[in-house]
DNA sequence: GTGAAAGCGCTAACAA
DNA sequence: TTGTTAGCGCTTTCAC
C-alpha cells in the first residue's frame, strides 16, 4: 500500500509518462507550456507515483530553500509574555499558505555574564544558503541584527519598526502601541475614569515610550491632568504589584483605572487590588497590553496586536523581497483591537 | 568587510589552500585522514574565505536534511495551555546542539465542520526528503500520525506513550502524568487535607485518565474516600468554574482542596474561590497541571513538565534512530516537579 | 594522505 | 511544444 522504497524522481515520471524529464519539471513549474493532453498524461504519471519533487535537489539548483528562519528568543516565564509564541503559530500558517516553511533556530547558550551574540545562529544559516531570508523579531532592543544583516546583504524582513534609523533601508511591519493604549485610555474615559494612570516600563525600550505616548495624548487630549499618576519599572508581577500599591498611595486623590504596558504589569496591580479588597473593573479598572493567555483567563482588558495579520503583511513582503524584480522596501503600521472584559467594566 | 558576493565554496578553498576539492571535503568531515600540515592550511583557507558548507548540496548528497519536522498544532486561546510553546523553545535547543534545527509546519486550515487530516502536511515533506524525521507531539489525541508515519517508514519519536500499543516499533518520550499527580496529591494530605476533590477531563483521554489515576491511587493508599469528591468537565475555565462550585456544594463536607487535569481547571477553582470570598491556600486548597505563565503569575502551585529535559531525550533516540546501525527503539518516562506556590500553602 | 571521476535530482538555456 | 545538454556544490567510490 504504501512505499518502503525510495521516493519517486523526476526521471521515473518521466519515464511512466513517456516524456523527457525536462517536461515533467515543465508540467510542475510551468504548466501552460505544455499541450493538455501532454499535461494530462505526466500528471497523471505524478500522480500514481506519488512524486513529489525533491527538495535538496530543487534548492541546489534553484539556490532557494523556501525556508524561513526565524530566531526564537529564550521563552520569558513568570511573565505573561507570550507574543513570540502566538507569533509563530501565525507566521507558520502565513508562510505554508505562501509555499514556505519556518526554520527555527537560537541563538544559542549565552555564557554566564557574557552577552548574546546579537547575530548568533543568523550567520552560519546565511553562509550555507539554509533560508532564503529571515524575520527578525527581536528588534525591540535596539535592533543590531538589522545592521548586521544589512551588512551581509541577508535578506530580512523585521517585526518591529526601524525606530533609530529613518531611512533603514529594509521592509517591516509592527504594530501601532501607541494608538493600542490611546483606545484603552479612551475606553476608560468613556466610562467616566478622569484618574487614569500609566503603569509602564523604565524608560530606554522605544516600544515602552511608544505605548506611554498613547496614554499621555489621550490624557491631554481630554485636558487631564498626568501628574502623579505615572509609574516606570521593570517588567515584572512583583513591579506591577508594587508601583500600583504606591501609586494608589501616593496621591491626595489615588487613580481610578490603571493602563499597563504590559498584561504582567497588568497582573501585578490586579494582586495589589485584590490585597486591598478592592474589585477590578467596580472599584478600579485596569487594562493590560497582549492579550495573553493570563489576560484572557482572568478576565483582564487588553490591547491585542493583530500577529495573525502581522504575519501575514511579513510573509507578503518577504516574497516581494525575494522576487526577481526588486520592489522598494516597504512599512506596515497595523493597529491593535481592544478585548474588554470585566477588570475595566463596572459591573 | 562583509560578503555582498556568493558565498565560497568548496572549490574556492580548495584553490586557496592548494589542494583539491576532496582534501577539503575530508578535513571537514574526516580530519584525520590529513596530514596536520595539510589539515591546517586548509583550516586557515577555510576561514579566511568565511567558508561554510552549502546545506543544499550537502543535502542532496547525503540525503539528510539536518531538519527535525514538526506539527505545530493550533494554539489554543482562553486556555492556559502552554506546554506545546515550552516545547518548541525546548526542542529548538536540544536540536542545535545535537547540529539539527527545527522545520515548523501546519496541518493546514481545516474546513469547517471537517476534522483535520491527521498526516496533514507530513507527506509533502516526507516525500520531498525535506526533513530527515519528524517529533510527533499531538499523540495525545489517539495518535493516528505514528500509525500512517509507521506505515510510510517515516523516522520519527514520539512525545507522548504509545497508548494504545503495548509493542509500538517507535522510540517515544512521555512525562509521568500519574506521578505528578500523585506528588500534588501527597503535598496536600500532608498539609492535612482529607478531602481532596479531583478536578478532571471528560473520559476518553488517555492522559487525563492517567493524571486520574494519579489521585485516585494516592487517596486509596491514604485510605481516603473519594466519594462525591471527583467532577469530569471540558477543558475550559468556565467548567471549572461550575464544576468547583457543584462539588463544594453537593457534599455535606466539601472538600477542602482540589487537584486538576490542567492549569485551565485550576484557574477555573480559583475563580470559584474568589467568588465565595474563599482565599487560595487558607481556605481551599488549589494545585494545576503545566506550571503555565498562567500559574506562574497567579501564584497557582502547578505540576511542570521537565520538558527541556524531554527534548534532550527526544534528540537522543532521534539520533539513534537516524544512525546508520540501527538501535531497538526506546521509551523514556520522566517525573514532573511540583512547583509549589501561595494557592496550596496556607499562610 | 591526496586526487580524479562520477553522480545525487533538479532546472536554465538552448536546440530541435 | 518537447528534448538535449550542462551544471548547481557536495561526497562517495576508487586510483595514485
Known amino acids: 500500500m504504501e512505499n518502503p522504497r525510495p521516493p519517486a524522481t523526476l526521471a521515473d515520471v518521466a519515464e511512466r509518462a513517456g516524456v523527457s524529464r525536462q517536461t515533467v519539471s515543465n508540467a510542475i513549474n510551468n504548466p501552460d507550456l505544455l499541450r493538455p493532453d501532454t499535461l494530462a498524461r505526466v500528471q497523471d504519471a505524478i500522480e500514481s507515483l506519488d512524486y513529489t519533487p525533491n527538495q535538496a535537489a530543487r534548492h541546489l539548483r534553484t539556490r532557494s530553500s523556501h525556508l524561513i528562519g526565524m530566531r526564537l528568543t529564550p521563552a520569558q516565564e513568570y511573565t505573561a509574555n507570550t507574543t513570540m509564541d502566538r507569533f509563530v503559530h501565525a507566521l507558520v500558517e502565513a508562510s505554508r499558505e505562501a509555499g514556505y516553511h519556518v526554520l527555527l533556530f537560537s541563538g544559542g547558550r549565552v555564557a554566564e555574564g ?97 505605548r506611554r505616548a498613547g496614554w499621555h495624548r489621550t490624557m491631554v487630549a481630554h485636558g487631564l491632568s498626568t501628574t502623579g499618576l505615572e509609574a516606570a519599572v521593570p517588567d515584572t508581577v512583583a513591579a506591577g504589584r508594587e508601583a500600583a500599591a504606591t501609586l494608589l498611595d501616593a496621591s491626595d486623590c489615588g487613580p481610578t483605572a490603571f493602563v499597563c ?25 485596569v487594562v493590560g497590553f497582549d492579550d495573553s493567555q493570563v489576560a484572557q483567563v482572568m478576565g483582564l482588558t487588553s490591547v491585542r496586536q493583530p500577529l495573525e495579520e502581522a504575519a501575514v503583511h511579513l510573509v507578503a513582503e518577504l516574497r516581494l523581497l525575494l522576487a526577481p524584480v526588486p520592489t522598494e522596501p516597504g512599512g506596515v503600521l497595523l493597529a491593535p483591537r481592544l478585548e474588554v472584559r470585566t477588570s475595566s467594566t463596572r459591573g
Open 114 to 210: 557574557e552577552l548574546p551574540d546579537p547575530l548568533g545562529g543568523y550567520d552560519d544559516l546565511l553562509r550555507s544558503t539554509a533560508v532564503d531570508a529571515f524575520v527578525v523579531t527581536d528588534t525591540y532592543l535596539g535592533n543590531p541584527q538589522t545592521v548586521g544583516l544589512t551588512l551581509r546583504r541577508a535578506p530580512f524582513v523585521a517585526f518591529g519598526r526601524p525606530w533609530d534609523d529613518a531611512n533603514a533601508q529594509h521592509p517591516w511591519v509592527d504594530v501601532d502601541g501607541a494608538a493600542g493604549v490611546q483606545a484603552a485610555t479612551e475606553h476608560l474615559r468613556g466610562l467616566g475614569h478622569e484618574r487614569i494612570a500609566w503603569l509602564g516600563w523604565e524608560p530606554g525600550s522605544r516600544i515602552g515610550e511608544d
Open 261 to 285: 504596558a504590559s498584561d504582567t504589569l497588568a497582573v501585578g496591580a490586579l494582586h495589589t487590588l485584590a490585597a486591598r479588597g478592592l474589585t477590578p473593573g467596580d472599584d478600579v479598572a
